[in-house]
């Protein structure tokens, strides 16, 4: 209603019980009945209208167009809430009544006789047309042509009873018979409605005239029990079907919605929001649609992967890894330490306009739940370094849409604009050929990247953030918000290894069949007890050392070298157990020395083959065993060197077909290191250098030109190692590898 007041008579509903008011008393006081339950009692007008403010009272609407709430027994509301959403029609016809008894309801109320609104009734037959062109003065029915005395008198009624609310003069053509009304039988009604629900239980893929028949056949069986006269008559085709369309009809005719199709119909939600930089930290993994070349001989590869965080409260790129090692721990790890550590000599090392400002230990790190994802060498490491790891439930990559915005915006912005990019699918690419246009190698692109993020994606405005990610982070600084760092940085690279338990013995630690000695073993050895399983953390991408965890100690950590330093240095994992896998295969006892050939073997076959190979897939198995990946911010030797041709041999024993496939079961990824893994030469090939200049026949070699030191205006095409703090494993100089 639109005017109401605490009067005598007026009911309401309070708690979901029915009130009415019967006597007015002094000072505001009224005195009510509860006709729910019996009796009476005094209350004041103040704390009724403090219920109605809280919604917790609702008045009593009279007149046409009202409805109860199913835990009332009063019309509480109209049966439509906006008076707007009505048709056009309708509303013209409320308003219509209105300007028909508005001069009645100036008139006092002593003067509102029955022959006062005859007469106004005859007067407005008489001045207003019929649209047929029949005589005037004829009662009209139809609606939006009655004017009679008893019209004019339900619609005042109506009105004045609701509180003046225009809703009570809306022609309730929704209530009258016919349309809209069902006539079947009761207990077909049942029958119908039994046979739709078991349609919506059991979703899939029906027609209309399938649940017609469906119908049809309960009407048979249910006319079988009973007598002639009694029958069932079957109801209309036309029926059934408004039926399923009112009851809907994907739910009845079509299976279920799938995950994905739920998804895409539920309402949308904005995520959290953080308050400072470094509050949460979003991570993720996706292949490039770019083929990169090699180095030397400007051959195809094949598709990198991008491993990227991102500072969601800025927008700021926090760390990333770029490298042909397929989504791993390792490269979760690589882009971990390299958004933690300090990158100071960004514009130096890279060439770009701005600083790369983003370091620090972020509060909470969001992942999702690929297998990298999981295991306890994550959730431990992030732990130690009082890291939250917030995993998003299984298929949800709206959980952490910036990320996954971010590649989108990579894809489109950058990397279809590169020559040897594969768009993203096959009907955007059309005709152009990628591999006649791939000229890019990963050493630029790694620089082309972090121009791309310091010059171009974080100096522009983004809706996301409501701001330039660069300006929000120096904000922040600004305001006085200063990064978490751990207390050494070599404890952070540490933490962030992979870990196992294995046991002391007195010949050292046994690890993926290498061996670790130091001579800390043995008065570590001593002191614990026999059989003791000690902690110790590797790093993927170079099996050289092992650290293991010193609790004689005082809880530091205890590096452990490789016995063999020679076949380990920057040795990755994955590629040890290729090398493991292969020596297995040809039944030879699995010692260092077999390994130390055998790595050789195969370096050599994958070199020649890479040099000679055109297809992408397979020259980018081979660029993952040669290690071709970024710099790496864990060694300081690291460096981003080609594949150049290596030492090669004119034959190659048939058994080492596939040899640089592991084994199933031996899963673990390693590769990505930007060090590429150099040729042991045997005893009598020791002076020879360990690049090669023999290359494969009827392939002129391509000599690379590189300055010994770029000049000051110059760019040059290798970066130099200083700067970073020594954190950072960046590309050497060739003359370092010469």
Not at 72 to 89: I, P, R
Not at 206 to 211: A, D, L
Not at 573 to 584: A, D
Request: charge should be positive; hydrophobic fraction near 35%.
């Amino acid at each position: 209603m639109a005017r109401m007041r605490f009067t005598l008579g007026t009911r309401y509903v309070l708690q979901g019980q029915v009130y009415i008011v019967r006597q007015v008393l002094v000072d505001n006081r009224l005195l009510v009945e509860n006709q729910s339950f019996g009796g009476q009692f005094t209350v004041t007008q103040e704390e009724l209208c403090a219920a109605w403010a809280c919604d917790e009272l609702r008045f009593e609407v009279y007149g046409p167009n009202t409805q109860r709430r199913s835990e009332s027994s009063l019309a509480t509301s109209y049966t439509f809430a906006d008076f707007q959403h009505l048709s056009v029609k309708l509303r013209n016809e409320a308003w219509r009544r209105y300007q028909f008894i508005r001069p009645l309801l100036l008139l006092p109320p002593a003067e509102r006789t029955r022959q006062a609104i005859a007469a106004h009734a005859a007067a407005l037959r008489a001045e207003i047309p019929r649209p047929d062109g029949s005589k005037p003065g004829k009662k009209r029915s139809a609606v939006g042509e009655a004017i009679s005395r008893t019209s004019l008198e339900r619609w005042m009624t109506a009105f004045v009873s609701s509180g003046y609310d225009i809703r009570s003069l809306v022609p309730a053509t929704g209530q009258q018979g016919g349309k809209g009304k069902r006539r079947l039988n009761d207990r077909l009604e049942q029958l119908i409605a039994g046979v739709l629900a078991e349609c919506t239980a059991a979703p899939m893929y029906r027609t209309t005239q399938e649940v017609y028949l469906m119908i049809v056949n309960r009407v048979a069986e249910e006319n079988r029990c009973l007598p002639e006269e009694g029958q069932l008559a079957l109801p209309g085709a036309a029926t059934v079907y408004r039926r399923i369309r009112a009851e809907g009809a994907a739910s009845l005719l079509r299976r279920r919605a799938s995950r994905k199709e739920a998804q895409a119909e539920n309402a949308v939600f904005p995520g959290p929001s953080p308050t400072r930089i470094l509050e949460r930290v979003e991570i993720d993994h996706t292949t490039l649609d770019l083929f990169l070349v090699d180095e030397e001989d400007r051959l195809p590869i094949g598709r990198p992967t991008l491993t990227y965080a991102l500072d969601v409260y800025s927008g700021f790129p926090f760390g990333l890894y770029v490298g042909f090692e397929p989504p791993s721990y390792r490269t979760v790890q690589h882009c971990l330490l390299y958004g933690i550590l300090p990158k100071a000599d960004a514009r130096t090392l890279f060439g770009t306009q701005h600083p790369w400002s983003a370091f620090g230990l972020p509060e909470t790190l969001v992942i999702d739940n690929a297998k990298e994802f999981i295991g306890r060498d994550l959730d431990d490491a992030c732990g130690q370094l009082g890291i939250i790891l917030e995993r998003m439930p299984v298929r949800t990559p709206w959980f952490k849409g910036s990320v996954e915005r971010f590649f989108r915006t990579n894809n489109t912005g950058l990397i279809h604009t590169l020559p040897g990019t594969t768009f993203s699918n096959v009907l955007e690419r059309g005709d152009y050929d990628v591999f006649q246009h791939a000229c890019i190698s990963l050493s630029a692109f790694w620089k082309i990247l972090h121009i791309f993020l310091l010059d171009i994606y974080a100096q522009r405005w983004h809706e996301g953030v409501g701001g330039i990610p660069a300006k929000v982070w120096e904000e922040n600084l600004q305001a006085g918000f200063i990064p978490c760092l751990h207390n050494t940085v070599e404890e952070v690279r540490i933490l962030l290894y992979r870990s196992e338990e294995r046991t002391v013995q007195r010949s050292g630690i046994d690890f993926e069949s290498l061996r670790y000695q130091s001579p800390a073993l043995a008065r570590l050895r001593s002191t614990l007890p026999e059989g003791t399983r000690v902690r110790i953390k590797y790093d993927p991408a170079d099996l050289s050392a092992l650290y293991m965890f010193d609790p004689t100690g005082g809880g530091a950590w205890l590096r452990v070298p490789a016995v063999d330093m020679a076949y380990t240095q920057g040795l990755s994992l994955w590629k040890h157990r290729v090398i493991r896998s292969y020596v297995l295969r040809q039944k030879q006892e699995v010692d260092i020395y077999a390994l130390a050939a055998a790595k050789q073997h195969i370096q050599e076959i994958v070199t020649r083959e890479f040099a000679q190979t055109r297809k992408s897939r397979g020259r980018k198995t081979a660029a993952r065993f040669l290690d071709i990946g970024t710099a790496s911010p864990q060694s300081p030797a690291a460096a981003i060197i080609t594949p150049a041709a290596l030492r090669t041999v004119d034959e190659a024993p048939a058994a080492l077909k596939g040899a640089a496939k592991p084994e199933r079961g031996a899963t673990e990824t390693g590769a990505g290191n930007p060090v590429a893994a150099q040729s042991e030469g045997s005893a009598s090939e020791s002076n020879r250098p360990p690049h090669s200049t023999s290359r494969p026949r009827g392939r002129p070699r391509r000599e690379a030109t590189v300055p010994s030191s770029p000049t000051p205006h110059s760019e040059p095409d290798v970066f130099d190692i200083q700067g970073w703090g020594g954190d950072y494993n960046l590309p050497q100089h060739a003359s370092q590898h010469s």
